[in-house]
């Protein structure tokens, strides 16, 4: 069955980067995409991007560009996203999910806590 | 920037049937999807290409679409249907994907 396993919570402070991993088993790797979405604390779901585990290819949101990178490691059938120059708004659970223009499979879910 | 609208909750009682709408400009042009998500999960799909149902989703969960309203129904409702659902979609290039602001479904 398809799992999406997240790393582990993590505490950062303003201005630092944060690196989540999402370690995909069940399917072919390359044979889908990963997209990032994340929820603030108590708020709705928010699109962060997309990548293609077949060719790197990718499409971040318009508000986190030049913020996000998203990575693969084909490797491991591992997906990373790194957000840098935190602020306080971007504390979240990030979760990870499969597919592109919709999330049939979701990782548990990470949280980041930013703060001084 | 694109959005779609949902309205901020709903409440049924237990055997009636529950509608949650969503609106935008682009749903006649792009497919909508809905996800449940209860305190401390993740969302999980329950109607993808406006009125597909995944497998191990009930039948209960129903999905239709009419120009710029797309609306999930749930008939029967049960106490376990309480829960926050998010419609979404892509804009009109199908380049961006946008979540609607969730509906809380209350099982009074």
């Known amino acids: 069955q398809v799992q999406l396993v997240q790393s582990g919570a993590e505490v950062k402070k303003p201005g630092a980067s944060v690196k989540v991993s999402c370690k995909a088993s069940g399917y072919t790797f390359t044979s889908y995409g990963i997209s990032w979405v994340r929820q603030a604390p108590g708020q709705g779901l928010e699109w962060m991007g997309w990548i293609s585990a077949y060719n790197g290819n990718t499409n971040y949101a318009q508000k986190l560009q030049g913020r996000v990178t998203m990575t693969t490691d084909t490797s491991t059938s591992t997906a990373y996203m790194e957000l840098r120059s935190l602020r306080s708004d971007d504390t979240a659970v990030y979760y990870c999910?499969?597919?592109?223009?919709?999330?049939?499979?979701w990782g548990q879910g990470t949280l980041v806590t930013v703060s001084s | 920037s694109y959005e779609l609208t949902q309205p901020p909750s709903v409440s049924v009682s237990p055997g009636q049937t529950a509608r949650i709408t969503c609106s935008a400009d682009?749903?006649?042009?792009?497919?909508a999807y809905w996800y449940q998500q209860k305190p401390g999960q993740a969302p999980v799909l329950v109607i993808y290409k406006d009125s597909e149902r995944p497998s191990g989703i009930p039948e209960r969960f129903s999905g239709s679409s009419s120009g710029t309203t797309v609306t999930l129904t749930i008939s029967g409702v049960q106490a376990e249907d309480e829960a926050d659902y998010y419609c979404q979609s892509a804009d009109s290039s199908g380049t961006s994907v946008v979540f609607g602001g969730g509906t809380k479904l209350t099982v009074l």
């Open positions: 999910s499969s597919g592109y223009l919709y999330f049939d499979y």
């Open positions: 682009a749903l006649p042009k792009q497919y």
